[in-house]
C-alpha cells in the first residue's frame, strides 16, 4: 500500500486531467481553460528550463496548449495519462525550439541542471511529496546516468551531443539514457 | 528485432535522437509491442521529472492561450486498434521482394506522443524537390491520383495524397509496403493533404495504398487503390 500521500502515477488529479482532456476533445472552452489551470505550471516550468527565455517559454507553452486543444480527440488514455501526454508535447516543442534558434548559442552545458533555481509554485503538499519523490529517485542513478539524462532532457541535446560532451562512446550514453530512465521508472513504481 | 535500435528507447524517450534517427525507431516501435510499452513508461518517468520544475507562468498567458485556442479549429477524432478481420492479398499483387527492409514512414498516427503532424509536409516537399527526384504519377482505382517522388540522394520516397478522392467517415487510407509477398503496414494517412515521406525501400519492395476502416487493419482487407515499385519510379 502506498504512503499516504504519496501518489505518483495514479493520483486523482489526473484522472480529472484526463477527464478534462475528453471534454476538451468535444470543444468544451470551460474545460480547456480549467485544463490549463492544472498543467500550465507544469508545462511552462519544463518549457522555461529548456528554452530558459522566460518570453519564448511563453510562446512554447501556448504552442503546447494549442496543440493539446487541437489533438485532444485523439488523445488515447489506454496509452498513457492525459498529463504525461501534455508534458511530452511540452518536451518536444520546447527542445525543438532550442535546437531550431539556439544551437550555436547555448554556452552552460554542464552546470544547468543542478544550478537553476525556480520559484516554486505555490501548490499542495502532495505535489511536494511528489516533486521529493522524483528527486529522491533521480539520486538512485549513477552520475553518468544522472547526467547523460538530464543533458538530454533539460539542455534540448542529442545523445549524440551528450556523448560528445561527455566524451563517452555513443553506445555508452545510448545505454545509460535507456538504464538511467529504466531505474527512475523503477524507483518511481516503488514509491507509489 | 535489432537491438541496436532497441537501445534507444532511452534517448528516443528523452527526445535525444536526431529527426531521421526518430523516425526509424517509430517504424521499429510500429512493429513491437513491447517497445511500445518501454517507451510509453519512460517517456512517463521522463514527464514525471519534467514536472519537477513546474514553475507558475506570468497570468497574462491564459488569457492568451484561451484567445488563441478560441481561433484554433479542433482535429477530428480518429478510431483505433480496430478488430483485424483481414484477408490475405491475391497472389497477383504479391511480388516477391530481393531483399525485406523496414519501411519507414512518416505520418503514422499509432503513437499519440510521437507525432507532431506538422513535421509531414515539410519532408513530402523536401524529396519532391530534391535535385535528383524522379517523379511518377498515377492514377488510382478509385478515380484519384498519387504521385510519387524518390530520391537517391536523401534515400526517400515521398507520395503526394492530396487527389486521393475523399473518403466516408469510417475510412481511411492505408500505406503497405510489400516484401517478400507480405505486406506490412506502412501506416495510416491521416491527412491526405499532407502526404507521406519514408524511407527509400530496397529494390523490388512494392509500396500499395489500400482503403481500410477507421482505425486501419493488420492486413489489408480490400484490393489496393495503386501500388508502386519505389526503385523503379
Request: glycine share 6%; charged share 25%.
Given at each position: 500500500?502506498a ?20 471534454r ?5 472552452s470551460?474545460?480547456?481553460?480549467r485544463?490549463?489551470?492544472?498543467v500550465s505550471a ?67 552545458h ?9 520559484d ?21 542513478l ?17 545523445y ?7 566524451d563517452k ?24 | ?31 513491437c509491442a ?12 521522463a514527464?514525471?521529472m ?21 481561433r ?8 483505433r ?32 506522443l510521437?507525432e ?14 530534391a ?85 486501419g487493419?493488420e ?15
Amino acid at each position: 500500500m502506498a504512503e499516504p500521500g504519496l501518489r505518483l502515477v495514479h493520483s486523482d488529479d489526473s484522472v480529472d486531467i484526463d477527464v478534462l482532456v475528453d471534454r476538451v476533445a468535444r470543444g468544451d472552452s470551460a474545460a480547456f481553460a480549467r485544463l490549463y489551470d492544472e498543467v500550465s505550471a507544469s508545462a511552462y516550468g519544463l518549457a522555461r528550463r529548456v528554452v530558459r527565455d522566460p518570453s519564448r517559454a511563453e510562446d512554447v507553452t501556448q504552442e503546447v496548449f494549442l496543440e493539446v486543444w487541437r489533438k485532444a480527440s485523439r488523445f488515447d488514455r489506454r496509452l498513457g495519462r492525459a498529463k504525461t501526454w501534455v508534458m511530452t508535447i511540452a518536451h518536444r516543442r520546447a527542445v525543438d525550439a532550442v535546437r531550431r534558434s539556439e544551437s550555436h548559442k547555448r554556452t552552460d552545458h554542464h552546470a544547468a541542471p543542478d544550478e537553476m533555481t525556480h520559484d516554486e509554485p505555490s501548490d499542495t503538499l502532495i505535489e511536494a511529496e511528489e516533486r521529493d519523490a522524483v528527486r529522491g529517485c533521480l539520486d538512485t542513478l549513477t552520475e553518468l546516468q544522472l547526467e547523460s539524462v538530464r543533458l538530454a532532457y533539460f539542455n534540448g541535446y542529442t545523445y549524440r551531443e551528450v556523448a560528445t560532451l561527455l566524451d563517452k562512446p555513443l553506445p555508452t550514453i545510448k545505454t545509460r539514457m535507456r538504464d538511467g530512465l529504466i531505474r527512475l521508472r523503477d524507483c518511481l513504481e516503488g514509491a507509489r | 528485432m535489432s537491438t541496436e535500435l532497441h537501445t534507444l528507447s532511452g534517448a528516443y524517450a528523452l527526445d535525444a535522437l536526431s529527426p531521421e534517427e526518430a523516425e526509424q525507431f517509430r517504424s521499429h516501435l510500429a512493429e513491437c509491442a513491447a517497445c511500445r510499452q518501454e517507451v510509453r513508461e519512460l517517456t512517463h518517468a521522463a514527464a514525471l521529472m519534467g514536472e519537477v520544475e513546474a514553475t507558475e507562468p506570468p497570468t497574462e498567458l491564459r488569457a492568451r492561450v484561451l484567445a488563441a485556442a478560441d481561433r484554433t479549429p479542433q482535429m477530428p477524432p480518429r478510431v483505433r486498434h480496430l478488430p483485424s478481420g483481414a484477408r490475405r492479398w491475391t497472389p497477383r499483387l504479391l511480388i516477391a521482394a530481393a531483399a525485406a527492409v523496414v519501411l519507414v514512414a512518416i505520418g503514422i498516427g499509432y503513437n499519440q506522443l510521437q507525432e507532431p503532424e506538422q513535421q509531414l509536409a515539410a519532408p513530402v516537399a523536401q524529396v519532391f524537390n530534391a535535385p535528383d527526384a524522379h517523379r511518377a504519377s498515377m492514377k488510382t482505382a478509385n478515380g484519384g491520383e498519387v504521385s510519387v517522388a524518390t530520391s537517391p540522394s536523401l534515400g526517400k520516397m515521398a507520395v503526394e495524397t492530396d487527389k486521393l478522392p475523399e473518403l466516408g467517415k469510417g475510412q481511411v487510407y492505408q500505406l503497405w509496403a510489400i516484401a517478400d509477398g507480405q505486406p506490412t503496414s506502412a501506416g495510416l494517412l491521416e491527412d491526405p493533404d499532407q502526404g507521406a515521406a519514408m524511407e527509400m525501400p530496397a529494390a523490388g519492395i512494392r509500396v500499395a495504398i489500400t482503403i481500410e476502416p477507421a482505425g486501419g487493419s493488420e492486413q489489408p482487407t480490400t484490393e489496393p487503390i495503386m501500388s508502386v515499385v519505389p526503385s523503379q519510379v
